[in-house]
């Protein structure tokens, strides 16, 4: 397959990315107006201007765990319902964003066109926050945003299970 679609499918095959895109989807459906697609948007620009910083300067340091703690991070607000909108959230989406950029590419040491997966790596969330947003949308319930509050839950308490596994292993 393609570069482009490689970074497009790089959150499904790698756990860590995963619960940091469904971390930013849950989160985006928390906020409403503007906050609710800057999020998502904040974190693809991130991503992006992460890749670029890898690819300029090499390693990041601790990006890795920027992601792990950030995941745990947005399932806790997403499960306490504390979602940071605003210059705040988008902010700490795009820091997230480059956290996830830089450490795709660096997983991905081969890659005929690095520019092309780390596109694919920043449009990833996309799809994902907006089935959530339109489930949520089109089926205005309150379980379901019970629902995505549990899910927040799972996602932080996966993120810090994983964490101390990794830890551990060392």
């Known amino acids: 397959m393609g570069d482009f679609y490689a970074g497009l499918l790089q959150p499904v095959l790698h756990a860590p990315s995963l619960l940091l895109v469904l971390g930013v989807a849950l989160a985006a459906t928390q906020l409403a107006g503007r906050a609710r697609a800057g999020l998502p948007l904040a974190f693809c620009a991130g991503t992006a201007a992460g890749a670029l910083a ?74 994902a926050v907006g089935a959530l947003q339109l489930a949520l949308e089109r089926f205005p319930h309150r379980a379901l945003e019970l629902a995505v509050r549990v899910a927040g839950s799972w996602v932080a308490a996966i993120a810090v299970l994983a964490a101390a596994v990794e830890l551990a292993a060392r």
């Open 54 to 127: 890898f690819a300029v300067a090499g390693a990041l340091p601790g990006a890795e765990a920027i992601a792990r703690v950030g995941a745990a991070a947005l399932g806790v607000a997403v499960a306490l319902h504390r979602v940071p909108g605003g210059v705040v959230g988008a902010l700490l989406a795009g820091l997230l964003g480059a956290a996830q950029g830089a450490g795709s590419l660096a997983a991905e040491p081969d890659l005929a066109r690095p520019a092309l997966y780390a596109l694919g790596v920043a449009c990833a969330p996309l799809p």
